[in-house]
């Protein structure tokens, strides 16, 4: 905020108007509109302070440091290295901590990719219905059932979209890369505006799968019908042991994970009441899986209780206000 210099004026002399006081009715009258915008201005800023879906006060939700704090006090005690971002998707308040850094994606890549797919149906340019064959090029071992399948074996693109996010099965996501092509596949995640672009290796950002998963939300609300179908893969996927392992039952959480030799990672939607927030945690060189699972479990239950205790702090400040 920059900083003016007052200086003191003389005020000039009036002249006193003959037939009364100065100003006579206009004068009244802009004292009447000074006090009407006054009560405007501060209803308006009531209502802003309310939030936009409750009574906690925007820009409430975090306090950036003591939150950044925490995460990285638990980080200090986890081997490897790993990056954090968390944002609140209705007040944009976020906390990152080496969350623009790249990191092999594993299969978190699906979000973005099962996303792609379905904007484009809803765009009216892919039908969920068309089949693609199983071929020996999509074949990948680790988790996913289509492997057991024999080649040639069809599926829909709303089934593959559907095995690549619940059961994070990988040929089901080959299968959808290579229909939907992988360079239209980067060029989708630069027009959204990833800033870590996958050109040869399966890399992204923390940063960058919060974007996805806040656009996964935004295609969900706006889109009832194939929005809520996407959603619901996430809500339903089968691996549960991390961003959602240590937050409450009534918490859902639409997540995906990634996994690999060194790298253990989560993306997910976090919705609380009436406050929903994206976090991804991205790593690498991990000693070992189940243990960044913990870590990246108890980042998120850290995050949860920060928000909760703030969120809780704001409604009996309203409730006393009245």
Known sequence: MGYRDLRWRTKPRRRKRRGGTPGGGHGRLALLLGLVAVCVLALARHLENR???GTLPVSDYIEEESLAQEIQGIL???GGTYGVYVRIVQTGEEVGIRCRDEFFAASCYKLPLVLMLYEEAQ???IDLSEKVAYSPEDRETGTGIVIGYKYGSQFSLRELANLAVVKSDNVAANMLLRHLGKERFIEYQKRVGASVI????NHSSPADMGLFA??????????AALG????????????KDRIPAMLPDTVKVANKIGTWPGTVNDVGIVMYGEVEYVLAVMSRDVPSTEGAANTIAMISSKIYDHIRTRATIAER???ERG
């Open 317 to 319: 400040g309203a409730a």
């Open 228 to 239: 809520r179908e996407l959603l619901d893969y996430f809500l339903q996927a089968e691996f």
């Open 76 to 78: 200090d005690e986890a």
């Open 198 to 201: 996958p050109e040869n290796v």
């Open 123 to 125: 765009a009216g340019e």
């Open 51 to 53: 939030g936009v879906r």
């Open 214 to 223: 806040e656009r996964l939300l935004e295609f969900a609300s706006r889109h």
